[in-house]
């Protein structure tokens, strides 16, 4: 559904998307993850056409992009960062105007209205204008005005981010009824959870480059220890001095926290008995682990 | 730089960018267009009708008719640029609905033509309107002619949308469109007004002042006038208040041949008396 090959983007000196290679298959869930400035964004306006990329090709639904983008958009639904509705018309108008500029006639968008309110739980609101709705019927609002044109594709960027957990369980639930649908998704997102939770397959970018790819509990088992224990409280400087090394596979100190990465759990917790003072957390790794791992935990703003 | 010198992508595709601004209008339709009627209305009456009435001609035709034509230029100017800086950066900048467009395939090109097109609509609509107050009180000397100045109306929406475009955004200089439209309109104004039907020395005079007995607002108003300059010229009412010490042309207008403006034997800017040239006049 998704090719994409050895993809560039340079603005100034700064490469900002370097060589990225991408298949995504039709019917299936892809995530892009990657810290603040990783290049998610700038790909996928990339893949929209919306962009010229310096070197690399794109084909979308089998279309070729940026040279004809017009065509390959009329088959993706897009569900932009911030959203973008139009605040001169109501929720039912947003949907109407929208379809017109897919070339739908007047009554093929009308008709497809109902069951798009229906889908974004909107029915009531249909004439409510979109100052008076809250941030997750924005958002679902503006995910059913993507799919205005039944697209085969969709291109969510983080369509979660603001959101309460109730809103962000009724978007969740919406995306899994478009992959039950045959629906093919590309979506990208800071929530690791929502990626585990939504995705068949993710890639984590890093400075405009893959740094990994694969299914989310195959990249926990392949990159990473299977537990975790989050261990902080007095005395840890000591409790790592004596006890750590052995136990701990890999250990990492943040701020107050430590996270010992480890096989055996067991053994961890036992060491753990000779400082009563120190609290722990003992979890199984995931996803977040990995995405720390590989991309390290310094702030990128 | 020459990278982005590239023909515009065009298609037909702009309507629905041209729509949508409709659809928002019409929500509000009927209290812009009293808007735009009562704006020249209050011109007119206030400046044309009682400033005008104290002031002596201006290059040789009533203040009034050198204001109706000042006021079509400047509203049609107005409404292009105001749509552009103001309603088309809010959508740009502010609401982001361009970047929504261009989601659907819509390309840059076809958002601005259809910003540009509705630019051109707004200045259409305020001209017609203020030509509509021109026509309701009389203040032509030729209908037919008038009606000269609506495809001037329309470049000047052309011109001034594309001028406001790339002030609106200054990336937007790169774009071939707005610069060839603002260009393009702009020496089309210039040729339209050059190629209108000009001043005719030996047709019969007195058309206006036909015209004017049958306008009751027009007549009143030049009688008012006629009383004041009497008054304040404290004199003979046959030899008003004269600026150039010659004879006031006021009732002598040779020719019915003339839109807004006509008749004016001292306005020598492209060619001799035309609406066009006038209105082009007041821009350049």
């Known amino acids: 559904m998704l090719k994409v090959r050895g993809l560039t983007k340079k603005y100034g000196d700064t490469e900002v998307v370097r060589g990225l290679d991408l298949h995504v298959r039709r019917g299936e869930c892809f995530g892009l993850l990657g810290p603040n400035g990783a290049g998610k964004t700038t790909t996928l306006r990339l893949l929209l056409g919306l962009i010229e990329p310096d070197a690399g090709s ?39 105007a929208y379809g017109r500029y897919f070339g739908m006639s007047k009554a093929a968008v009308a008709a497809r209205v109902p069951e798009l309110l229906e889908f974004a739980g ?44 109730q809103a962000r369980h009724l978007i969740w639930q919406g995306l899994r009824r478009l992959i039950a649908d045959g629906k093919t998704i590309v979506l990208t997102t800071h929530f690791m ?23 989310p509990h195959a990249l926990i088992a392949s990159h990473i220890e299977p537990a975790v224990v989050e261990v902080y409280g007095e005395g840890l400087d000591a409790w790592i001095r004596d006890y750590a090394s052995p136990v701990c596979q890999r250990a990492e100190t943040v701020g107050e926290t430590l996270f010992c990465y480890t096989d055996n759990a067991e053994r961890v917790i036992d060491a753990l008995k000779q400082a009563p003072a120190l609290r722990y957390l003992h979890r199984p790794s995931n996803l977040e682990d990995v995405f720390l791992k590989l991309t390290g935990r310094d702030l990128r703003d | 730089m020459i990278k982005h010198l590239r023909l515009p992508h065009l298609s037909w595709r702009f309507i629905p960018v041209w729509q949508r601004n409709y659809l928002v209008w019409k929500k509000l339709a009927i209290p812009s267009i009293l808007g735009n009627l009562a704006d ?10 009682g400033l005008g009435s104290l002031l002596p001609d201006v290059a040789g035709m009533p203040y009034l008719t050198f204001l109706a034509a000042g006021t079509v230029a400047y509203s049609t100017m107005n409404a292009a640029t105001f749509e552009v800086l103001y309603s088309s950066f809010s959508r740009m900048h502010v609401q982001r609905t361009w970047d929504a467009i261009m989601n659907a395939p819509l390309t840059l090109d076809d958002v601005m033509l259809g910003e540009l097109t509705w630019a051109v609509a707004k200045s259409l609509l305020s001209g017609v309107a203020i030509l509509a107050v021109i026509w309701g009180l009389g203040l032509y000397g030729n209908f037919w002619m008038t009606l000269w100045i609506i495809p001037v109306v329309a470049l000047v929406g052309f011109c001034f949308g594309g001028l406001g ?42 058309g206006r002042q036909r015209a004017r007995r049958h306008r009751p607002a027009c007549r009143r108003a030049a009688d008012l006038r006629q009383h004041r300059l009497h008054h304040r010229a404290g004199a003979d009412p046959a030899a008003p208040f004269n600026v150039g010490g010659a004879p006031s042309p006021r009732f002598s207008y040779p020719s019915k041949h003339h839109g807004i403006g006509a ?14 040239g006038l209105l082009v006049g007041v821009i350049a």
């Not at chain 2, 020249?40 to 009708?49: A, Q, R």
């Not at chain 2, 790339?166 to 020496?187: E, I, K, Q, S, T």
Request: aromatic share 4%; proline share 8%.
């Open chain 2, 40 to 49: 020249p209305m209050l011109y007119m009456l206030g400046l044309g009708y």
């Open chain 2, 165 to 206: 475009l790339v002030m609106a955004d200054g990336a937007l200089v790169r774009r071939v469109l707005p610069c060839v439209a603002a260009a393009a309109a702009g020496a089309g104004c210039v040729g339209l007004a050059a190629a209108h039907p000009r001043h005719r020395p030996g047709a019969p005079a007195g």
């Open chain 2, 263 to 276: 008749g004016r034997p001292s306005y020598k800017w492209c060619g001799e008396s035309d609406p066009g």
């Open chain 1, 193 to 215: 959870e929502e990626a585990e939770r939504l995705t068949d397959r993710l890639a984590i970018l890093d400075h405009g480059r893959l740094v990994t790819e694969g299914a």
């Open chain 1, 122 to 165: 909107l029915a009531s609101k249909a004439d409510a204008q979109i100052a008076q709705l809250s941030g997750g019927m924005k958002r679902r609002l503006t995910l059913a005005r993507a799919l205005v044109h039944d697209p085969d594709i969709l291109f969510l960027d983080e369509p979660t981010t603001g959101l309460d957990p």
């Open chain 1, 58 to 96: 794109i084909e979308l639904a089998g279309i070729a992009v940026p040279q004809h983008a017009r065509e390959a958009r009329m088959k993706v639904g897009v569900v932009p960062q911030m959203d973008n509705l139009d605040p001169d018309f109501s929720v039912r108008e947003n949907l109407l």
